[in-house]
Every structure is written in C-alpha cells, then in structure tokens.
C-alpha cells in the first residue's frame, strides 16, 4: 500500500473554539484530510458559517454551542461527540480568550478569573474528559490518541497589561508534559503550540493599529501577521499516524518572532 500517513479517514477530530481564528484553521485542514470533525463555538453566526464551510469537504460535521468555562457542559458535550461518533482521535483545547486590563494594578478579580476559566479550566475539562474516552477505548484495545492545547508565545515572552493571559498560557505548558508521561503507555500523545501573532478577530484592534504594526510586526522575520490556515498542516499532524512517536513538545507557529 502507498505511505499515507495524513489520511484521516475514519479519524474524528475536536476542536473548542473551533468556529473561526486558529481553530477553523484547523477544523478546515482536518476534513480536508478525512477526519470527521466536532467544533464547539459560543457564536451561532460563527458556528453556522463553519459547519457550511467544512460540510463542503464532504464529510462528517457536527457544530455546537459549548461553553468552556462549564465543567458539566464540557463533559456533556465530549460524551455526546464520543456516542456520536463512536469515538475521538484528536482533541484540541483552542478555545481562549485575550481580555487585557489598563495596567496590572488595575487588573480586576472577575477579570483574572474569566480568563482563568476560559483558558484554564477550560482546558483542564476538556482534555481530562477526552482522555477518559481515550483510556477507555485503549483499554480494551484499541490504543492511541493525540491531545493538544492552544498555548501562546505569551507563556515565555513578557505580556504587559495581560498578566492573566500568560499565566494561563504558561501554565498549559507543564500540564502538558505531565500528559504526555502519564498516557504515554496508552499511547496517547499531547503536545502544545505556541501562536506567535496571528489575525484573528483576538487581535483585530492590533491588526488596525499603524504604530503597532511597525513596532511588533516589524520584528517578526517572515515581515506577516501569521494566518488561522498556518495552523492546518500542524493539525493533521498531530492527528496522523505520523505523530505517533511525537508527544510532550510545543511547536512554536510565530514566523520566527520569538527568536528574533
């Protein structure tokens, strides 16, 4: 048979936050590729228009309204995408949010808790439910799996007036690599990717900014804002069999930013 690791016919793949930015960048590169894909999305315009878009690839879609920040709707939901499917190859935990303060002074509680628990336990809910699935299929025999959480170049390079961002996006890194050594004899494997800046509707302020561009983007060797189709070939990676040996990494997606 031809080598054909990127096929992922009879795969299924989920994806939070999954309805525009770096995750429909994603979404879109795995049903290209054969997978089955969920997508979970607070906006229904967002989530209409990209079950439209990977429906056309001819495969399995489902979208739906999930808030992250609900232990119990997360768990609900990976139960109903599981039952749905008959099973999950491919979890992303993307879903995030980058609400910044005037100054760390003045950062609010309800704020560093709403970023916390979007981009936190967000995280921690759903990659702990989509490894009980995992477990549980390796357990009687069918091994294998991939987890991967949206970190941020945020997590090693200063972020003034988002302290609450790069903490969460630090701390995705350790919980990660601790993934990877626990599941590894399920042969699960976790990783991490680290957008550097990319144009989402996250960073449109940004994006609109003359001064900020000529600073920050200036400085970004490729001389671009990175694009949510950056994301696609990474995706269907982590999801292949071509992974399978690769766990407990974190890929760096910033057109060299960080080591400029």
Known sequence: MPYAPFDLTGKVALITGGNGGIGIGMADAL?????????????????AAAEARLSAHGGRVHVERVEVSDEAAVDAAVDRAAEMF?????????????????????????????????????????LRAAARHMVARAEKGDHGGSLLATSS????????????YAATKGALLPMVRGLAVEYARYEIRANAVLPGWIATDMTARAQGNEKFNDKVIGRVPMRRWGEPEDFGG???????????????????VDGGYTIF
Do not use: C
């Open 234 to 252: 990474l995706a269907v990676y982590l999801a292949s069999d071509a992974s399978r040996f690769h766990t407990g990494d974190t890929f760096t």
């Open 86 to 126: 008959g099973r999950l190859d491919f979890v992303a935990a993307n879903a995030g949010v980058g609400e910044g303060a005037p100054s760390f002074h003045e950062m609010t509680t309800d704020l560093w808790r709403r970023v916390l628990a979007v981009n936190l336990d967000g995280v921690f809910w759903t």
């Open 153 to 164: 170049t945020s997590a090693i390079h200063g972020a003034p007036r988002n302290q609450a």
């Open 31 to 47: 049903a290209q590729a054969g997978a089955a894909v969920v997508v979970w999305g607070n906006n229904p315009a967002k989530n």
